[in-house]
């Protein structure tokens, strides 16, 4: 106990100074975690009804602010990490601002989104009650190498995680893991309605073998099918045919098929943990408020024309958001960066077809890669109008140049960081992580 006290201190101490000089959300949780090294299990003991992980290559922070957005519609008290900390160590930085010195959490549940390989650090130090596994897709291959070791990440995850595991039906590489499972723990499926089936390829990586030898899964009253209306509006059927019930029609602030997935598993899993308490009203009336996390899709008012921040990492992230929005006649920027945190292997850029924005063509590449981006644009006969790698430059001239109309820009997670940063000082926003 006094050790954990102890750790409180520290982690918050540490905190406060890494606010205070605008440092990495890590720091705190690595001093907290050096006083006590079993904080994490210290911290999340009085946690009852659920200690959840949020994993899978793609929709880790839409998903789960969806999920925590219906649990609390429905009463209960949620603790969820930002976005930008989904390392252990991150996720402990996040709990300290609402520790009290006894260094227990007080909350209902916790929703974690969690990195695919911290996610089974996490489960060493506390194992989740539920897992919900979104997708594996090849991402930043310098990080995680080839898609089958992040298959058996999620694998590992599932195997430790002690009540229930929410996966997608339609993924090859996630729907084989039910297979392995302890005895007792409960699968749920989320996935496509039959009627939307044909969409399924826009999804999936060129390079996504078939796995042929595993079976379908049988599915039932109680697992999500999403049926599109429109590009933002939605029902949720549980049960192929709605014989379990539905859930909308419900329209989102986030347009598009991965935001409707991801709201359809986020619907599922919350049935899961409530159980009969689940009302679907109350799913819609959560899911119509949740606005768009930054960079994925949030649409910025600059001066007085719409701005679209759209973060992509990875080919399938890319060809879902070209899908989505590329094909819209709006201006167009891109920014690539290779730091750490985007992955340091852009060759990536090769996997992802730009041909919907030959039309038009593109205003704009920055970043550090801004001149691979240009490149890779010219292969497929995209038009680049200017390039310019300083970010802060190239945002400055894309908004000048552009003035008056709609606006896009694509791009990877430390440079929609940046961007972001810059656009809340021009525009009076609130700053990444206040909402969180």
């Given at each position: 106990?006094?050790?954990?006290?102890?750790?409180?201190?520290?982690g918050?101490?540490?905190?406060?100074?890494a606010?205070?000089?605008?440092?990495?959300?890590?720091?705190?949780?690595?001093?907290?975690?050096?006083?006590?090294?079993g904080?994490?299990?210290?911290?999340?003991?009085?946690?009852?009804?659920?200690?959840?992980?949020?994993?899978?290559?793609?929709?880790?922070?839409?998903?789960?602010?969806?999920?925590?957005?219906?649990?609390?519609?429905?009463?209960?008290?949620?603790?969820?990490?930002?976005?930008?900390?989904?390392?252990?160590?991150?996720?402990?930085?996040?709990?300290?601002?609402?520790?009290?010195?006894r260094?227990?959490?007080?909350?209902?549940?916790?929703?974690?989104?969690?990195d695919?390989?911290?996610?089974?650090?996490?489960?060493?130090a506390?194992?989740?009650?539920?897992?919900?596994l979104?997708?594996?897709?090849?991402?930043?291959?310098?990080r995680?190498?080839?898609?089958d070791?992040?298959?058996?990440?999620?694998?590992?995850?599932?195997?430790?995680?002690?009540?229930g595991?929410?996966?997608?039906?339609?993924?090859?590489?996630?729907n084989?893991?039910?297979?392995?499972?302890a005895?007792?723990?409960?699968?749920?499926?989320?996935?496509?309605?039959?009627?939307?089936a044909?969409?399924?390829?826009?999804?999936?990586?060129?390079?996504?073998?078939?796995?042929?030898?595993?079976?379908?899964?049988?599915?039932?009253?109680?697992?999500?099918?999403?049926?599109?209306?429109?590009?933002?509006?939605?029902?949720?059927?549980?049960?192929?045919?709605?014989?379990?019930?539905?859930?909308?029609?419900?329209?989102?602030?986030?347009?598009?098929?991965?935001?409707?997935?991801?709201?359809?598993?986020?619907?599922?899993?919350?049935?899961?943990?409530?159980?009969?308490?689940?009302?679907?009203?109350?799913a819609?009336?959560?899911?119509?408020?949740?606005?768009?996390?930054?960079?994925?899709?949030?649409?910025?008012?600059?001066?007085?024309r719409?701005?679209?921040?759209?973060?992509?990492?990875?080919?399938?992230?890319?060809?879902?958001?070209?899908?989505?929005?590329?094909?819209?006649?709006?201006?167009?920027?891109i920014?690539?960066?290779?730091?750490?945190?985007?992955?340091r292997?852009?060759?990536?850029?090769?996997?992802?077809?730009?041909?919907?924005?030959?039309?038009?063509?593109?205003?704009?590449?920055s970043?550090v890669?801004?001149?691979?981006m240009?490149?890779?644009?010219?292969?497929?006969d995209?038009?680049?109008?200017?390039?310019?790698?300083?970010?802060?430059?190239?945002?400055?001239?894309?908004?000048?140049?552009?003035?008056?109309?709609?606006?896009?820009?694509?791009?990877?997670?430390?440079?929609?960081?940046?961007?972001?940063?810059?656009?809340?000082?021009?525009?009076?926003?609130?700053?990444?992580?206040?909402?969180?």
């Amino acid at each position: 106990m006094l050790r954990t006290t102890a750790a409180v201190l520290a982690g918050k101490a540490a905190r406060t100074a890494a606010r205070l000089r605008g440092g990495g959300s890590a720091m705190p949780g690595l001093v907290a975690e050096r006083v006590d090294p079993g904080f994490l299990a210290h911290a999340l003991a009085d946690v009852r009804d659920g200690i959840v992980v949020v994993t899978g290559t793609n929709g880790k922070t839409t998903t789960t602010k969806m999920l925590v957005a219906i649990l609390r519609a429905h009463g209960r008290r949620v603790f969820t990490n930002p976005t930008g900390s989904n390392f252990t160590r991150g996720v402990i930085s996040s709990m300290l601002g609402e520790l009290p010195l006894r260094g227990r959490l007080r909350a209902d549940m916790a929703v974690l989104e969690l990195d695919e390989a911290h996610a089974l650090k996490f489960a060493a130090a506390v194992a989740p009650t539920h897992a919900l596994l979104l997708n594996v897709a090849r991402d930043q291959l310098d990080r995680f190498a080839e898609i089958d070791h992040t298959a058996r990440l999620l694998a590992s995850l599932a195997a430790v995680t002690t009540d229930g595991v929410v996966l997608n039906v339609d993924d090859s590489f996630v729907n084989r893991i039910a297979a392995d499972l302890a005895d007792g723990v409960e699968v749920r499926w989320f996935g496509l309605d039959q009627s939307i089936a044909d969409r399924l390829p826009e999804l999936q990586e060129a390079d996504v073998r078939d796995l042929g030898d595993t079976p379908i899964p049988v599915t039932g009253e109680r697992d999500g099918f999403l049926r599109p209306v429109d590009d933002r509006e939605l029902e949720i059927l549980f049960g192929r045919e709605g014989e379990g019930g539905r859930v909308g029609p419900v329209a989102l602030r986030q347009r598009g098929l991965a935001a409707m997935i991801n709201a359809t598993a986020a619907t599922t899993t919350a049935r899961m943990l409530l159980g009969d308490t689940f009302s679907p009203d109350m799913a819609a009336a959560a899911l119509a408020t949740v606005q768009p996390p930054f960079g994925r899709g949030e649409v910025i008012d600059a001066d007085g024309r719409p701005l679209e921040l759209v973060l992509v990492k990875n080919p399938a992230g890319f060809t879902v958001a070209l899908g989505t929005y590329g094909a819209s006649p709006v201006a167009t920027m891109i920014a690539i960066n290779d730091d750490y945190a985007d992955g340091r292997d852009v060759s990536w850029l090769y996997d992802v077809s730009f041909d919907s924005l030959r039309e038009r063509g593109v205003a704009l590449t920055s970043g550090v890669r801004a001149y691979d981006m240009a490149l890779r644009l010219q292969y497929d006969d995209v038009a680049v109008d200017a390039i310019e790698p300083g970010l802060d430059a190239a945002l400055t001239r894309f908004l000048d140049e552009t003035r008056g109309e709609p606006a896009r820009i694509f791009c990877t997670y430390t440079a929609m960081m940046a961007l972001r940063r810059t656009l809340a000082a021009r525009y009076d926003l609130p700053e990444i992580g206040e909402d969180a």
